[in-house]
């Protein structure tokens, strides 16, 4: 009776143990972030900003995918291969076979023409248009004067035909972007301007799939089982949206999130990495973005270069650096930051000499000094007031008078736009890896007006379309040197600060997090493991 007894007592144990063990063992794998804004929208044609949910719920034609820190590479995504004409103007993109969207749709030639029609109708009021602008007919489109894209075209059930105006080098590297995320066409069309708005009015081909969605509170994205590269080893990735940078340190270190981006709270970057747990478990890359300041030539007294250059040398970048960013980065003397694609690490450098500057700006008609305005947002964090107060304290040694001039948000973009906002600052991260993301975004003949630049310099307009069309890479690499040095050393068009690492803290169960190569807070985690 006794050996009965326990002969059940130790079936039953086992049985226990092998219960909590299958248990252990089929857990489901959560990766939980704290996001610092709501997204609004999962279209990425309708947003600017937060790719967190396109870039892990849909996929593109090219991926860009990160080989070291800051360095990245252009792979086969929804396409296996493409080729381009000798000429530089057709683009045949060769679709993988098989891929469904996930509502289980296959991914066809006509979804890949559908998505990029879709964002040139007028009708869609897209805000990402530019991306396509060098397609054939794509004005004509977005003028509503056709009623569909001439250089779009399905020339089968798994081919795509992308002709171009012109050459457009970086092309390629503008469809592994997020703005060119691949749509089903039978999913999106029917939802039209409600499409993105909600979990169940979204529908991707990529490695997650949006579940659930708590407007100013989370969204959750599960493991699509079907996705074709192989399905995520995280179950679930659940965004929690945290505005409150001491409030997301606090979920972090209590465990309820799994990784704090630094760039959320760049005040806690000391706190972290002396820490003797956190510290050991910092990730970082090199930022592909540059910390700037503008100068508005169509505003006395930058409409001087001497002046210009004075405010150039007048202000102690290097100090910046370590007061406000702990001297986590680097100066950027050019256009460029490091890490993309042709940057020159030998550019000449901006010398810091306010006697010199004082001299300078003597010499531009303005021995007594100068009264001057830098233009804020009211509603922005207070990074942009901290720096910009140093900036007005440090320039003042060489005579420049600084009022800081707060405003909203709305009146601050419509200014800018027209060409009539005074000098600011702001940051700058890639959006693809190509030179002409930075160069013609803010040099070019709209970008030099629309930003409040007004570097009206038909040498450097013609400089930026040679750029676009030049395909040997030597030649392209030196037109793009000569040009910052054109652009802020002669020109002195704007003030580069600097690049910053991006830092990342995250929990020991995170086994492998892959920092993306341009720097952004959105990131896929398709690479993610975690226990």
């Known amino acids: 009776m006794r050996k009965s007894r326990l002969f059940v007592v130790l079936s039953l144990s086992f049985l226990l143990a092998g219960i909590l063990a299958a248990g252990a063992f089929a857990a489901e794998k959560v990766f939980t972030i704290a996001y610092n804004e709501e997204p609004q929208t999962s279209d990425m044609q309708m947003t600017t900003s937060c790719y967190m949910i396109p870039m892990n719920v849909y996929d593109r034609l090219i991926e860009c995918v990160t080989t070291a820190p800051g360095k990245s590479a252009l792979v086969p995504g929804l396409a296996t291969k493409w080729e381009v004409s000798k000429d530089g103007k057709v683009y045949t993109f060769y679709l993988r076979k098989g891929v469904k969207f996930h509502n289980g749709e296959e991914l066809t030639a006509q979804d890949v023409v559908y998505t990029f029609d879709r964002m040139l109708d007028p009708k869609t009021k897209a805000l990402n248009t530019d991306i396509l602008d060098f397609v054939l007919g794509a004005k004509d489109r977005m003028e509503g004067k056709a009623a569909s894209t001439a250089g779009l075209k399905a020339l089968d059930r798994y081919t ?7 050459p457009f080098v970086p092309f390629l ?3 592994a972007s997020p703005q060119a995320s691949i749509l089903n066409e039978k999913f999106t069309r029917p939802l039209r301007n409600k499409y993105g708005l909600t979990a169940q009015a979204t529908c991707g081909t990529g490695p997650f799939i949006l579940k659930e969605w708590v407007l100013n509170d989370h969204h959750t994205m599960v493991a699509n089982p079907n996705y074709f590269r192989g399905r995520p080893q ?17 979920l972090f270190e209590s465990g309820e999130i799994d990784l704090f981006d630094c760039d959320f709270a760049m005040s806690q970057i000391p706190y972290f990495t002396s820490h003797p747990k956190w510290g050991k478990q910092t990730v970082s890359g090199p930022r592909v973005g540059i910390y700037y300041y503008t100068f508005n030539q169509a505003i006395k007294p930058f409409d001087n270069v001497k002046v210009r250059k ?29 890490g993309l694609i042709h940057y020159n690490p030998n550019q000449e450098k901006i010398e810091y000499n306010p006697e010199k500057a004082k001299k300078l700006l003597a010499e531009a008609g303005y021995p007594n000094g100068v009264d001057m305005e830098i233009a804020l947002v009211a509603s922005t964090g207070s990074q942009w007031q901290k720096m910009s107060e140093i900036v007005q304290a440090m320039v003042a040694k060489a005579g ?20 009539k906002l005074p000098m600011y600052t702001n940051k ?13 975004t803010f040099f070019g003949p709209k970008g030099t007006v629309a930003r ?9 307009f013609a400089a930026l379309e040679k750029g676009r069309s030049e395909t040997d890479f030597a030649k392209r690499g030196k037109l793009y040197a000569d040009l910052e040095k054109k652009i802020v050393i002669d020109q002195a068009a704007w003030l580069p600060m600097f690049s910053l690492k991006h830092i990342y803290v995250v929990q020991p169960r995170v086994k492998k997090f892959v920092v993306p190569w341009n720097g952004w807070s959105d990131f896929p985690i398709y690479e993610t493991r975690v226990e």
Not at 160 to 166: A, D, S
Not at 320 to 336: A, P, R
């Open 234 to 250: 995280i179950d679930k990735f659940v965004v929690k949206i945290v505005t409150d940078p001491e409030t997301m340190r606090m």
């Open 452 to 460: 409040s630049y007004n570097n009206i310099s038909p040498e450097v």
């Open 160 to 166: 795509v035909r992308i002709t171009l105006e012109k």
């Open 428 to 440: 700058w991260s890639a959006d693809f890896n190509d030179p002409d993301n930075f160069f013609y």
């Open 310 to 338: 004075a405010f150039q040398m007048a202000v102690d970048r290097k100090l910046i650096l370590q007061k406000m960013f702990y001297n986590h980065g680097q100066l950027e003397n050019g256009v460029m930051p490091r």
């Open 173 to 175: 590297a503008i469809m």
């Open 400 to 419: 420049f008078r600084v009022t800081l001039k707060q405003m909203d948000e709305a009146a601050f973009y419509a200014t800018r736009k027209e060409g």
